[in-house]
């Protein structure tokens, strides 16, 4: 079954400590996004990847990394330093070129 | 600065007649826009998109329509099912390297009423 994968669903923090998440596609797409999602609002855009080793800032890249070591892994760590951490992160990829992106299932993350 | 609105937060309509879901933009880089769809707690899936160089586009129940002039989209779902009810997000892309950023609207609730 080809598709995207992120675990966990759920994750809860402590204020203070730095989380990863883990998005992984076999889908063999070249490029990967990372959106975050609150309550009334859109995706907003946290980073991209066209390529392996290769990564991009989208809008509301502060407080967050990431790393592209894999065609297939894309894991986002969400640091201290972002500020309203608590929301619903997903993780999508697409073929290069293709616009239409297709999402994994999300993992809703609870900071407190 | 909200490149993509869906003025709608919510909208009901009754089983069997028309969804019209609208979408407003201001980027006119923008030259393909996408549909997506989300129940609670699962991530986005792909519905229907269209081009700029098109003003229809037509997938089963679902129909897209692009007013360039008014920067305007909107959804039509016909007939609309039980099953229909999702959020439904409107997203513009413009034509810029090989990934391809969507800046999405804030999404509209769509209820069909048995």
């Known amino acids: 079954d080809g598709g995207i994968t992120q675990s966990p669903k759920y994750l809860f923090r402590k204020e203070g400590q730095n989380v990863t998440l883990s998005c992984e596609q076999n889908?063999?797409?070249?490029?990967m996004y990372w959106y975050r999602q609150d309550p009334g609002q859109g995706l907003r855009l946290i980073y991209y990847?066209?390529?392996?080793?290769?990564?991009q800032k989208g809008d509301i890249a502060e407080g967050y990394s990431v790393s592209r070591e894999k065609k297939e892994s894309f894991p986002l760590t969400v640091t201290s330093a972002q500020k309203n951490p608590t929301a619903f992160y997903l993780c999508?990829?697409?073929?290069?070129?293709?616009?239409?992106?297709?999402f994994g299932p999300g993992t809703r993350l609870t900071v407190t | 600065d909200q490149q993509v609105k869906q003025n709608s937060p919510s909208l009901s309509v009754q089983e069997g007649r028309i969804s019209i879901l609208n979408c407003d933009y201001t980027?006119?880089?923008?030259?393909?826009f996408l549909w997506y769809k989300k129940y609670p707690a699962e991530g986005p899936t792909f519905l229907i998109s269209?081009?700029?160089?098109?003003d229809k586009n037509e997938d089963g129940r679902f129909t897209v329509f692009l007013n360039k002039s008014a920067k305007h989209l909107s959804l039509h779902i016909v007939p609309s099912q039980p099953g229909d009810s999702a959020v439904y997000f409107c997203a513009g892309a413009p034509f810029s390297g090989s990934a391809r950023q969507l800046t999405f609207g804030s999404g509209t609730q769509l209820t069909v009423l048995p």
């Open positions: 999508a990829s697409s073929p290069a070129i293709y616009y239409e992106q297709y």
């Open positions: 980027n006119s880089m923008f030259d393909y």
């Open positions: 889908l063999n797409h070249d490029a």
């Open positions: 269209i081009s700029s160089i098109k």
């Open positions: 990847s066209q390529i392996v080793n290769d990564f």
